[in-house]
């Protein structure tokens, strides 16, 4: 991992969930000279989310890969968009060709999904979405889908479950990367009360899904 500040490439697509993003990004951004955030799509401009509410990528990710400026670590949001995208193996090839040059890559919520698309969750552990979890869990060949996980870390890959837990994972983040003050310092600046456990997962069986 490179010297602080670390930088995270977020990756922005039509349909995203403004949470999946805005949720991690408030952790990250609380973290004194921790994280440099840039935003990321097929195309720089405006993304439109799920919320209708629009967010300027600055940067394409063709021009990032052929510069050589992979950020450290790479965060995928999930959201209705990640239904069309996981069809679109393009866009697929270049998110995985450029993701697998970070040091760590994570996703929230249905961007576990896009990840194992683009093959970059195959040996891996990972977790989704309850309520998607069929449908996450049906992309990738050589994953192993954790139905009952608040989040799962598998070694260089990190995936949360659903929207609100990508902030749970991203605390979890800070203290493997920063330090457990960090992370303390972080949800208490936003006055978040953080899960730490990350089995905790009350909405499997809400899902209907085992252990």
């Given amino acids: 991992m490179s010297p602080s500040p670390r930088t995270v490439g ?13 949720g991690p990004v408030e952790l990250l951004s609380v973290v004194p000279d921790g994280f440099a955030i840039t935003y990321l799509a097929a195309s720089p401009g405006p993304v439109r989310s799920s919320q209708g509410a629009e967010v300027v990528a600055t940067d394409s990710l063709s021009d990032s890969l052929a510069s050589g400026s992979v950020p450290d670590i790479v965060l995928v949001p999930g959201g209705g968009g990640t239904r069309g995208l996981v069809d679109d193996h393009d866009l697929l090839d270049l998110i995985a060709a450029w993701a697998s040059r970070a040091s760590v890559v994570t996703s929230v919520c249905t961007g576990s ?26 992309q990738g060949t050589d994953v192993e889908w954790v139905p009952h996980a608040r989040w799962v870390e598998d070694r260089d890959r990190w995936t949360s479950s659903g929207v609100a837990a990508g902030m749970d994972m991203t605390a979890a983040l800070i203290a493997r990367l920063v330090g457990e003050e960090a992370a303390t310092t972080a949800a208490r600046t936003v006055e978040l009360e953080v899960h730490s456990d990350p089995d905790w997962d009350p909405f499997a069986e809400h899902y209907g899904l085992g252990m």
């Fill in 10 to 22: 977020i990756v922005l697509f039509e349909g995203f969930e403004l949470l999946d993003v805005f």
């Fill in 113 to 138: 999904a896009v990840l194992a698309a683009a093959g970059l969750l195959e040996g891996y552990r990972a977790t989704s979405n309850k309520r998607a979890f069929a449908w996450a869990s049906a």
